[in-house]
Structures are given as C-alpha cells and as structure tokens.
C-alpha cells in the first residue's frame, strides 16, 4: 500500500535531516545561511520552505524544553544515550505535539515512519513509546 506522501511529510523528512546535519557538525543553533543552504543543496521545493523552516526553527527556538521533555518520559533513556537520528525524530514531534494544532496520531505515525526509515529496527517502537507518554502529558 502506497502512503499518500503529504507536503507537511516532506518537510518533516527534510527537518530531521537538517536537524540530524546540526547534530553532526554540532550546530545547536538555527542558522539562517545553513538552512538556506542544506534547502538549496537537497532541492527543498519552495512550496516547502515555510513549513520546513518554521519546524527547525521552532525545534531550535525551544530545544531545551524538548530536551527536558524527552527525558522526563524516557526511562532510562538520556538523549545522549541514543542514536542521533532518534534524538532527531523526538525532537520534531516533541516540537509538533507540545507547540503546533497538527493532531497527536498525524505526528506519533510520521514521527514511527521517518525511525523507521532512517534508524534501527528498533526505533518506531522506541519512538512510539516516548511519544506516547509524551502526547498523554
């Protein structure tokens, strides 16, 4: 069965990746000339952008409230203890449910699907369960 590939799925797709490209060159801030260029570098359509940017930008405006967060309903989970790309898809949802009017299933599901794709075997259940505890806070 062929998911139905939303413009907001694109732009979650493409801020995990950005967010997962801070992590790695240790950028804990948003950067304006960054982002225009990780947009340019992978083809972000313009349609896009605005919603893709308001994500990053929201995740990095309040990363320490996410950060707290995700720990408080990680049991035995540090963020520091798991792997980048999950840290990454945490932190988009995190954002998505405590910050946006997108539906708490619309955001747990994309969240399960972007683990899936670019973590471990292991990572939509794991994402599923702190999202879950999460979105019932």
């Keep these: 069965m062929q998911r139905e590939h939303h413009p907001n799925a694109q732009s979650r797709e493409w801020a995990v990746q950005f967010l997962y490209q801070c992590e790695i060159e240790k950028l ?43 720990e408080a309903v990680s049991e035995n989970w540090t963020l520091a203890r798991m792997p ?5 898809v945490l932190r988009l949802a995190a954002y998505e449910l405590l910050f946006t009017d997108t539906p708490k299933k619309v955001v747990i599901n994309e969240a399960i699907e972007l683990a899936k ?21």
């Design 28 to 70: 804990f801030f948003f950067s304006a000339n960054h982002f225009d260029r990780f947009a340019s570098d992978f083809g972000v359509e313009r349609e896009h952008t605005a919603y893709f940017r308001r994500l990053v930008e929201g995740i990095f405006d309040n990363l320490s409230v996410l950060n707290e967060k995700i």
């Design 84 to 88: 980048v790309i999950d840290r990454c």
């Design 117 to 137: 794709k670019y973590s471990t075997e292991n990572s939509g259940a794991f994402v599923n369960g702190i999202l879950d505890k999460l979105a019932q806070k």
